[in-house]
């Protein structure tokens, strides 16, 4: 009886345990969200959304029609802001996501077929009351071009706020300073039928690369079709010509890809350097709604091979400091030959020695 009461007890032990350390987790996450979040982007859904399965807008237009569509933002700040508004054209990173917010460098892919101009008219920001909320128009126009498929676009809510942070480095005795800039995205889709479409995909180049000062081997991959690549798993390898031996290989899971766009999938050398040569590069992908198989080969030049092991911060490198003691020491052997050299001579001879170096210098 007594064991089947101690049991008991540390059952619910283990549960107050189990239920506090849980309450900690959520406060720890919930209180720093909500410090930073002091905004909120709700969409406003008009008759014509396909159906309301997450956060965005998903909507069936008549070809070469217009349509104007709301976002409600709420400024829960303590103070009157300027929000800016960003609506751009979904594109694919290089990590296998989807970007719905404009990312520095990357542009729409040449497939698209419409510009953002021909799609999309906003203003670009909202000056908004503290504790107030807006309505911003978002004026769409369908091209008149028939199509099936999705046209993926995004819009974003730029907070305005940018707050910095000094982090510490210990190993270096001083810090660095991050800046943290909050706004929210979300996904536009519009289509003119529910005409289901699959993606396809074409190997467009295999190059050797740099990514962070790192050296890599990246394959631009394109997706020429107005529907979305799910639940992406890839597998390359890299050989070289004729020979079986894989030399770099890379597997990645849990990839998407937007319609319409294109990004480059990357090996990392791992700190190897690169050696100029001919290879031979294949990638299997499967997908939810594909699969995909792509062999080319590639050459690296001489030239690619020095400039990019040249700059590459991960590849072991001889430290100064060695050439610059090896060099004191082999003065230092020179000059005790040339004192050994020279002791025990006379100085007719000596003399003679002097004027030998000084021809021959």
Not at 178 to 183: G, Y
Not at 315 to 342: D, E, M, Y
Request: glycine share 6%.
């Amino acid at each position: 009886m007594k064991q089947k009461v101690t049991e008991k007890r540390n059952r619910m032990v283990r549960f107050l345990v189990c239920l506090l350390m849980l309450g900690i987790f959520v406060i720890g996450n919930y209180l720093p969200v909500k410090a930073m979040l002091d905004f909120m982007v709700t969409p406003i859904f008009p008759e014509n959304q396909r159906e309301i399965i997450g956060n965005f807008f998903d909507l069936i237009m008549e070809p070469g029609s217009e349509q104007i569509i709301e976002i409600e933002i709420y400024n829960g700040s303590s103070e009157t802001r300027t929000y800016l508004i960003d609506v751009t054209i979904a594109t694919t990173s290089n990590g296998g996501a989807i970007n719905y917010h404009t990312v520095e460098g990357v542009l729409p892919d040449s497939t698209m077929g419409f510009t953002l101009e021909e799609l999309v008219s906003v203003s670009p920001d909202v000056m908004i009351e503290s504790g107030e909320s807006v309505r911003v128009p978002i004026i769409i126009t369908m091209p008149a071009e028939e199509f099936d498929g999705v046209i993926a676009l995004g819009i974003t809510v730029d907070g305005g706020v940018v707050e910095e942070e000094e982090i510490e480095l210990p190993d270096v005795g001083s810090g660095m300073v991050i800046s943290h800039e909050f706004a929210t995205s979300m996904a536009l889709l519009i289509r003119q039928t529910e005409e289901r479409v699959d993606p396809d995909l074409a190997l467009l180049d295999v190059r050797a690369n740099q990514w962070d000062h790192r050296n890599v081997i990246t394959a631009t991959l394109q997706n020429f079709e107005r529907a979305f690549v799910h639940q992406m798993y890839a597998n390359a390898t890299v050989r070289a010509v004729g020979e079986t031996e894989i030399l770099y290989e890379r597997s990645a899971s849990m990839m998407q890809m937007a319609p319409n766009s294109n990004f480059d999938f990357g090996i990392h050398l791992d700190g190897e350097a690169f050696v100029a040569g001919e290879y031979a590069f294949r990638i299997e992908i499967n997908s939810d709604n594909g699969d995909w198989v792509f062999e080319r080969n590639f050459t690296i030049t001489s030239d690619e091979a020095d400039y990019f092991n040249a700059t590459d911060l991960s590849i072991p490198r001889t430290p100064l400091w060695i050439f610059i003691a090896g060099g004191a020491v082999l003065l230092l052997i020179l000059t005790l030959i040339f004192i050994r050299i020279f002791k025990g001579k006379t100085k007719k001879t000596q003399k003679q020695l002097i004027d030998d170096i000084m021809k021959d210098l």
